[in-house]
């Protein structure tokens, strides 16, 4: 049982490209999250999903964009990427809203 | 709006010594997490604390949930080298929301 995985693991892309990045879950849980993590600043909430077909904005949404058409999965999409966007992104699910969230092992993006 | 606060930010320490940390905020919470992020993993709940002055222990790990419900505490007890990493705390706010702190790194010298 993989749980949540995300992929790609690392990113290399150039500014102004579209990046896509994948967070899957075997767990069924309600709600997705995504986070970016930069040195500072700790965690910073970007999106999260509530179900299918239901996400919200989080702390720092702008540049990014995420759907969620299946319960398994919540791709995060830079439509074009700037170097500010360089950081670790973590996909996180819970089954509800303030539930213990399970982290996957994130993606380290650069961009160029 | 709602913001946690670590201290210290970075701590570096003998192996076998005991490690304290805290987490504070201006706000009132009702849920208290703390979460450990091993170098390159995403975190893992370590231990969670749902009442005032709740004390919990995981192992060497002993967190407490503040008697104002304004901060929490987490201490590891002869701290080994695999303790290295960052530590989160997290509270679940009355919107049913949950908000991370800064993290306190913490690296063990050997």
């Known amino acids: 049982d993989a749980g949540i995985t995300q992929s790609p693991r690392y990113k290399i892309t150039e500014t102004g490209r579209q990046v896509t990045l994948m967070c899957h879950q075997t767990?069924?849980?309600?709600?997705m999250f995504w986070y970016r993590q930069d040195l500072g600043h700790g965690l910073r909430l970007i999106y999260y999903?509530?179900?299918?077909?239901i996400t919200d904005k989080g702390e720092v949404p702008d540049g990014y964009v995420v759907s969620r058409s299946k319960t398994e999965n919540f791709p995060l999409t830079l439509e074009s990427a700037t170097r500010s966007q360089t950081s670790v992104y973590f996909c996180?699910?819970?089954w509800g809203a303030g539930d213990t969230q399970y982290f996957g092992p994130g993606t380290r993006l650069t961009v160029l | 709006g709602q913001q946690l606060n670590q201290s210290p930010q970075s701590m570096f320490i003998q192996e076998g010594e005991d490690v304290s940390m805290n987490c504070t905020s201006s706000?009132?919470?009702?849920?208290w997490l703390w979460y450990k992020q091993d170098p390159g993993e995403g975190p893992v709940l370590l231990i969670a604390?749902?009442?005032?002055?709740e004390l919990t222990s995981n192992g060497r790990l002993t967190a407490q949930f503040g008697i104002t419900r304004k901060d929490s505490f987490l201490n590891i007890s002869a701290s080994i080298p695999s303790d290295v990493g960052i530590y989160f705390c997290?509270?679940?706010?009355?919107?049913?929301?949950?908000?991370f702190g800064p993290g306190t790194s913490l690296s063990v010298i050997p």
């Open positions: 996180a699910t819970s």
């Open positions: 706000s009132i919470f009702n849920t």
């Open positions: 604390l749902y009442k005032a002055g």
């Open positions: 997290a509270a679940k706010t009355s919107y049913d929301k949950v908000i």
């Open positions: 767990w069924s849980h309600s709600y």
């Open positions: 999903s509530a179900a299918a077909d």
